[in-house]
Nanobody
Framework: QVQVAESGGGSVQAGGSLKLSCKHS????????LGWYRERELVASITLAG??EYTDSVKGRFTISRDIAKSTLYLQMNNLKPEDSATYYC????????WGQGTRVTVYS
């Protein structure tokens, strides 16, 4: 059973930054794609080859990355907006694994 542990959330003023981390137990080559979800909306994904995709609302502000050796997924969040406030989760790109506890992000104006 795959386990994930998200961390790095917090409370930040609009325009600030946070970096989320997700320590996971996905196998190295499966799944091919991992993603960060805002509640249950996929906002960023990355493949094993390093190809990334973002939902329009975070393009240019969020950067997803992964350290395969450390089994860790990251989400660098810059220029945060109040509408980014949510609980963030990591999962496979198709959201087929059990959800973790998530990490809460609160952006205040």
């Amino acid at each position: 059973q795959v386990q994930v542990a998200e961390s790095g959330g917090g409370s930040v003023q609009a325009g600030g930054s946070l970096k989320l981390s997700c320590k996971h137990s996905f196998r190295i080559h499966t799944p091919n794609t991992l993603g960060w979800y805002r509640e249950r909306e996929l906002v960023a994904s990355i493949t094993l080859a390093g190809s990334t995709e973002y939902t329009d609302s975070v393009k240019g502000r969020f950067t997803i990355s992964r350290d395969i050796a450390k089994s860790t997924l990251y989400l660098q969040m810059n220029n945060l907006k109040p509408e980014d406030s949510a609980t963030y989760y990591c999962n496979s790109g198709s959201a087929t694994s059990d959800w973790g506890q998530g990490t809460r992000v609160t952006v205040y104006s």
